[in-house]
């Protein structure tokens, strides 16, 4: 296995010159995405048992549950998730896997990412495989009789959900006592950071949440995979089918772990259809669940550094 670390000063010229002539042999790649692809765009990230928004543990607010107990506390989750990463912009990784995509028919993406941010670079969409959904796809609740979907990137999607900016008189006690960074920038008409505790959070009544449009009756939801949902058939069924159609040249694991599952196991699938392991990730102890094997690489570092990088033989040069 071959590893490089990239500080400002490079990528080791012998582990890229190795990768690069792989590279360009290769016509078969799977690429799995994970939240370090989106990391130097500057999106928070609420994921595990400790991430927390407001008080609430994120993980009780991602169930089909928790939205039927208060769809419209999740559905204020939600839509700040679905503000923030409209506030950030794709990174050149971004723009590299799309352009990777445009260029080799036989380059297939898997992103658990839901930040939609893949999308915005016109990453083709037969190309792009989402695990776990995605926060701009909203589907009626009623999935059995209605089933609607609707990809959707407006924001606020209702008037009630707009992330409040004002609201506090500059001349009252409240304003003249503000410290907090989140009711001076209340009172500069600033977006409020209202997955602090510290900011007040509206009450929104259920009659002001998105409705389907189609049935007229039931909510819209979120079009991501909730904690003790499936994953969705259409996209394993993809993966499945790309895996079984022949020799794969290569598989890279970007920003996500290589030792859970399924992205462990599709490298193992990967591996038995030839393919050779490349890695990139800041964490330099993320190797694969069944261990490095010769020919491997690990390029540790931001990956909106090191991928455009890694693909500038194939996609030319993309700039930040």
């Known amino acids: 296995m071959s590893s490089s670390t990239a500080p400002d000063a490079g990528i080791n010229a012998e582990d890229l010159a190795s ?174 950071d209202i997955s602090d505790v510290k900011v007040p959070l509206a009450s929104v009544k259920t009659h002001d949440l998105p409705v389907c449009p189609k049935c007229k009756q039931y909510l819209l939801r979120p079009g991501v995979v909730w904690f003790g949902e499936s994953l969705p058939e259409q996209v394993l069924d993809n993966v499945d089918e790309f895996m079984n159609a022949g020799r794969v040249d290569m598989i890279m694991v970007i920003g996500t772990s290589a030792k859970v599952y399924p992205a462990a196991g599709y490298i193992e699938d990967a591996r038995a259809k030839g393919a050779r392991v490349c890695v990139v990730n800041m964490d330099e102890n993320d190797k694969p669940a069944g261990g490095w094997k010769k020919g491997d690489w690990f390029f540790k570092g931001d990956a909106a550094t090191l991928v455009p990088r890694l693909l500038e033989p194939v996609v030319g040069r993309v700039e930040p």
Not at 41 to 54: D, E, K, M, Q
Request: proline residues 7%.
């Open 19 to 192: 990768f690069h002539e792989h590279l360009n042999k290769s016509t078969r790649v799977l690429a799995l995405l994970g939240a370090g692809l989106s990391a130097s765009s500057g999106l928070p990230t609420f994921r595990g048992a400790g991430g927390l928004w407001r008080t609430h543990d994120s993980v009780s607010l991602a169930t089909p549950e928790a939205f039927n107990a208060d769809p419209s506390l999740v559905w204020q989750f939600y839509s700040y998730r679905r503000h923030m990463a409209l506030q950030v912009q794709p990174n050149p990784a971004h723009y590299a896997l799309a352009k990777l995509a445009r260029k080799m028919p036989g380059f297939q993406a898997l992103s658990q990412n839901v930040d939609g941010l893949s999308q915005r670079t016109d990453h083709p969409p037969g190309q792009l495989q989402l695990l776990h959904g995605t926060l701009f796809e909203v589907r009626c609740m009623d999935r059995r009789r209605c089933g609607h979907s609707e990809t959707n990137f407006v924001d606020p999607i209702v008037p009630a959900l707009a992330i409040p900016t004002s609201g506090i008189d500059p001349t009252s006690d409240e304003a003249r006592q503000a410290v907090s960074a989140q009711l001076q920038a209340k009172q500069q008409g600033k977006d409020l």
